[in-house]
């Protein structure tokens, strides 16, 4: 079975430029997760969604971040403008359900680095 | 509000040694969940275990043994014999589901085994 695909696997952009990141889930899997996990620190949810809906993006920074989920399959984050603080991994994943209760598999993740 | 506690940052053995990762949780819901996830270098969570608030009985698979204290709140994670493979970052993470589909990690203990 193939696992949760994420590009790039690296970006360094200067501040206030754009960037987008890609993510393909697991075939079948109704929920997507975009987290964010700065250095030092555990995931933080930025928005799930449920099939194209959004479930939850209460901490997406909505001034500058984005997230699309157009036809209920791979989805894609941007960040415009970025700032240095963005600088960290973008964890995407995916699971059967959208409890949170469901097991996660995760992609090897997309790492900011803003100057 | 929900919150997982894992005071221990960094730890370091020497191969073949055992070790213990503290996970203390909170939550006020009766019903919740806790998961361990392993980060390799690579990036990549890989879930490895996850347990319900009605089921304090204690896990093994293989090298891996979890303890499960509700009156402590406590959720261990113990290697056996580590390998120099051990070596990553483990996160704890709980679900208690009311209100939101969330789940809320710890912010990791990186294990470093040494050969």
């Known amino acids: 079975e193939a696992g949760v695909a994420q590009s790039p696997r690296y970006k360094i952009i200067e501040k206030r430029q754009s960037v987008a990141f890609w993510c393909n889930p697991i075939s079948g899997h109704a929920t997507l997760y975009w987290y964010q996990q700065i250095l030092g620190q555990g995931p933080k949810l930025l928005i799930q969604?449920?099939?194209?809906?959004?479930?939850?993006d209460s901490q997406l920074p909505k001034d500058r971040f984005s997230a699309e989920r157009l036809k209920g399959v791979d989805s894609t984050l941007k960040i415009q403008p970025a700032k240095l603080e963005d600088s960290a991994v973008y964890l995407c994943?995916?699971?059967?359900?959208?409890?949170?209760?469901?097991?996660?598999?995760f992609g090897a993740g997309s790492r900011l680095t803003v100057l | 509000a929900q919150k997982v506690t894992q005071a221990q940052t960094e730890i370091s053995v020497v191969e073949k040694e055992d070790v213990t990762l503290d996970c203390v949780y909170e939550t006020r819901d009766t019903t919740y969940y806790l998961f361990w996830y392993k980060q390799p270098p690579s990036g990549e969570l890989v879930f490895l275990i996850r347990r319900n608030s009605f089921d304090e009985q204690n896990e093994i698979s293989g090298r891996y043994s979890w303890n499960f204290q509700k009156s402590t709140s406590s959720f261990n994670f113990t290697i056996t014999a580590s390998q120099v493979v051990d070596s990553a970052v483990y996160f704890c993470?709980?679900?208690?589901?009311?209100?939101?589909?969330?789940?809320?990690f710890g912010k990791g203990t990186k294990l470093s085994v040494i050969p």
């Open positions: 993470a709980l679900y208690s589901g009311a209100g939101s589909y969330q789940l809320t």
């Open positions: 969604f449920q099939n194209n809906g959004v479930v939850d």
């Open positions: 994943a995916s699971s059967l359900g959208s409890s949170g209760a469901n097991v996660l598999t």
